[in-house]
T-cell receptor, first 114, second 112 residues
Framework: AQSVTQLDSQVPVFEEAPVELRCNYS??????LFWYVQYPNQGLQLLLK??????LVKGINGFEAEFNKSQTSFHLRKPSVHISDTAEYFC????????????FGTGTQLKVEL | KAGVTQTPRYLIKTRGQQVTLSCSPI?????VSWYQQTPGQGLQFLFE???????NKGNFPGRFSGRQFSNSRSEMNVSTLELGDSALYLC???????????FGPGTRLTVL
């Protein structure tokens, strides 16, 4: 079985500062990795995904993530955050070739302050 | 292109009742997955349907069931509702295996 750990439940940061949201995963088989964002009272929106190839993945809204197989990590970064980035962020994995069953982390609430 | 739609958006039921939630995927998408989101348990996978067949199933009791129609629309049913079933139920559609999943806005179910 797969599992995802998001160690930080909340991350406060000032506007225009950089931010890193941490994600570690556990799996005995190959996985695909995803970051989703959820704004209040809305569904989930895909920020970026790692399927294969370059370990540095760029997504929407200026976010990027780096896949590190040896550390089983997929941390999300943004060099300069905006107030509108305030939301909950979820890291997720799915087994390669195993359908679309996503296993999610517990989420990180990013709060951007002025 | 229209996104994933879910109906109803809000629902209030009492214990013991049953409920049916509906999900219309993006046109052309054949995979529909359902997730339950609660403050205590987070996001948990319920099941996935692909071309009218259940392809994956999460660890939920048999009170939770679903189906998919030939037009890819999907419904999930919860029978004998319990207070703990109060949650946001999210539906996601995808073209196929390991493709990006597009989520709907969810149905907020409250069980009293």
């Amino acid at each position: 079985a797969q599992s995802v750990t998001q160690l930080d439940s909340q991350v406060p940061v000032f506007e225009e500062a950089p931010v890193e949201l941490r994600c570690n995963y556990s799996s005995s088989v190959s996985v695909y990795l995803f970051w989703y964002v959820q704004y209040p009272n809305q569904g989930l929106q895909l920020l970026l995904k790692y399927l294969s190839g370059s370990t540095l993945v760029k997504g929407i809204n200026g976010f990027e993530a780096e896949f590190n197989k040896s550390q089983t990590s997929f941390h999300l970064r943004k060099p300069s955050v905006h107030i509108s980035d305030t939301a909950e962020y979820f890291c997720a994995v799915t087994v390669t070739g195993g359908g679309n069953k996503l296993t999610f982390g517990t989420g990180t609430q990013l709060k951007v302050e002025l | 292109k229209a996104g994933v739609t879910q109906t109803p958006r809000y629902l209030i039921k009492t214990r013991g009742q049953q409920v049916t939630l509906s999900c219309s995927p993006i046109s052309g998408h054949r995979s529909v997955s359902w997730y339950q989101q609660t403050p205590g348990q987070g996001l948990q996978f319920l099941f996935e349907y692909f071309s009218e067949t259940q392809r994956n199933k999460g660890n939920f009791p048999g009170r939770f069931s679903g189906r998919q129609f030939s037009n890819s629309r999907s419904e999930m049913n919860v029978s004998t509702l319990e207070l703990g079933d109060s949650a946001l139920y999210l539906c996601a559609s995808s073209l196929g295996n390991n493709n990006e999943q597009f989520f709907g806005p969810g149905t907020r179910l409250t069980v009293l």
